[in-house]
């Protein structure tokens, strides 16, 4: 179980997260969501022991995140960051290895070698094993880093995945796979935070969602719960529509289109007039 208790993180006298209290399972896949500004990358940040709170607590299985040794939470906690740099040339294959530092001192044995097959295949990125990382699209990269995290933890169930804003370099076949296979690896015990700005995704597959705004935590339950046109609206100040899949019984949310006149916040354009008059030669 992962426990947060009144987590506060201040920068000079600024808060950018105030008071925020909250438990996950094994077995659960949160999913974080808020408007920038709204502290997740900072909350994740925290929970994975990357930042300190100012004041508050975070627990790993009742133990203080600063108590674990280096090695021992590795395996037991790992996160996929927004931004990952690699400036070196590893192959796709041994930036995946990485992921199982933790668990050799010398050299890879056949799990670990096991766990890299495997975490390749399911994030289909197994075509690129030989390829330099450094001449992937940006699409790629991120792939090879989500398989990269999940083999730290393959073999280690109720582990905390964390994950900020895993799908922003995807396009819509590899958003929901990535969001697959992290529901496939709570399904199995494992505990899984999301940041999201996708909030579709974590209609579909989040157990729970967390809303932030204004680096409070201002909403905390299921999908159906949570997603309704007033709190939407609340926390990201756009108008939505909120169906119900009838096949899944999941909220489904629709933003309202908006119409902009450019007549009415640009000064500077003016319309040139057209002649309509036919010109002969």
């Known amino acids: 179980m992962l426990t947060a208790t009144a987590l506060n993180y201040k920068v000079g006298k600024h808060y950018l997260l105030r008071d925020i209290s909250f438990q996950i399972r094994p077995g659960e896949l949160l999913a974080v969501l808020g408007a920038n500004g709204a502290g997740k990358s900072t909350l994740i940040n925290i929970l994975s022991g990357e930042k300190k709170p100012t004041s508050g607590k975070v627990l790993l299985f009742d133990k203080e995140l600063s ?3 280096p090695q021992e939470l590795a395996k037991k906690r790992t996160i996929l960051q927004q931004h990952n740099s690699v400036h ?3 192959s796709v294959n041994e930036v ?3 992921g199982r530092y933790p668990h050799f001192r010398f050299r890879p044995d056949i799990k670990d070698l096991i766990a890299v097959e495997e975490a390749m295949e399911v994030c289909g990125i197994s075509h690129l094993v030989d ?3 450094l001449s992937l699209s940006g699409g790629e990269q991120q792939r090879v880093q989500y398989a990269r ?12 995945l964390l994950m900020d804003e895993p799908v922003a370099a995807l396009d819509p076949q590899y958003q929901q796979q990535t969001m697959a296979i992290a529901r496939a690896f709570s399904q199995r015990g494992y505990m899984v935070i999301a940041v999201l700005h996708e909030i579709n995704l974590a ?5 729970r969602i967390l809303m932030l705004k204004g680096g409070r935590k201002w909403l905390d339950g299921t999908p159906v719960e949570v997603l309704t046109p007033s709190h939407i609206y609340t926390i990201f100040s756009t108008e939505v529509d909120v169906m119900v899949n009838k096949r899944t019984l999941q909220p489904i949310v629709i933003p309202k289109q908006i119409n902009l006149d450019i007549n009415r916040f640009n000064s500077l354009f003016y319309p040139v007039a ?8």
């Open 274 to 281: 057209i002649d309509h008059t036919e010109v002969t030669t």
């Open 96 to 98: 995946l290895l990485m």
């Open 88 to 90: 070196l040339n590893f």
């Open 203 to 207: 209609a579909q597959y989040a157990d």
């Open 149 to 160: 995290v999940l083999c730290q933890i393959w073999d280690q169930p109720e582990s905390l």
């Open 131 to 133: 390829r330099s990382y």
């Open 67 to 69: 108590s674990y040794l």
